[in-house]
């Protein structure tokens, strides 16, 4: 491996405050919110649906802006952050890796992350470069920013449709997290299995790992059934997409995100 590349919401950062906080905004306990996450994980759909239930028809887009309008938008800071993220980033690098952190995210929130001094070459946000995951084109974007070839490229995420599966079929290798609710939902599904070159539950776990396969970058100047996967299609907010429930035990269809 040459470059590792982190996906961000429950990979590197917890979504705990992002729900809560629409739970305040909508008026409802916390709970409510993460309970509705929670199903629309279990079912593979996006867990902003959660939102369209509490709101029927509700613009997540549109109330994202709202929020933000009336002082009540995006909040990230060193709290938000899984306390083995400062830690592997920095060993990762310090055996000569690239480190960049690149997922689907505003680009406020973009301007947060980086604020935060990561130990990491680049910080980049969805929004920022203007696609999102499962696009092919983000993952194209992952690899013109990477440096490396897409065998010596490493993808790490908690989401099997939106950060395993596509990040595999764009040729890149892929380290699948169990954290968070996707992460630790879909983990043992033989899709998921199969599919990652690395299974983990800790980012701390990776150096230990990837020892015996890293690289040297070079000196600055020198030159069961696989799950079917739909056609991705553009999100209103870069969290945690609508979708009908698969049938038990199915992958998740890269119709839905966190």
Known sequence: METIVFDIGETLVRDDRHWASWADWLGVPPHTVSALVGAAVAQ????????????????????????????????????????????????????????VVAGDRTARAGELLRALDLPADLVVTSEEWGVTKPDREFFARVLEVSGASPEAT???????????????????????????????????????????????????????????????????????EPAPREEPTSREEPAPREDSAPPEGSAPSEHVRA
Do not use: C, N, Q
């Not at 709290?79 to 083995?84: A, G, V």
């Not at 990652?196 to 539950?201: E, G, K, P, R």
């Open 154 to 224: 490493l993808y790490v995420g908690d989401h099997p449709a939106d950060d395993l599966f596509p990040a595999k079929s764009s040729g890149l290798r892929a380290a699948h997290i169990r954290r968070g609710p996707y992460g630790h939902w879909w983990a043992d599904h033989p899709d998921v299995m199969e599919t990652a070159d690395w299974h983990i539950s800790a980012l701390t776990e990776l150096p230990g790992l990837l020892g015996g396969t890293t690289r040297r970058r070079p000196a600055p100047g020198r030159t069961e």
């Open 44 to 99: 593979g759909r996006d867990g902003t649906d959660a939102l369209r239930i509490l709101r029927p028809g509700m613009d997540v887009a549109e109330a994202y802006h709202a929020r933000a309008a009336a002082g009540r938008g995006e909040h990230l800071d060193e709290t938000d952050l899984y306390p083995d993220v400062r830690p592997a980033l920095a060993e990762l690098r310090a055996l000569g890796l690239r480190v």
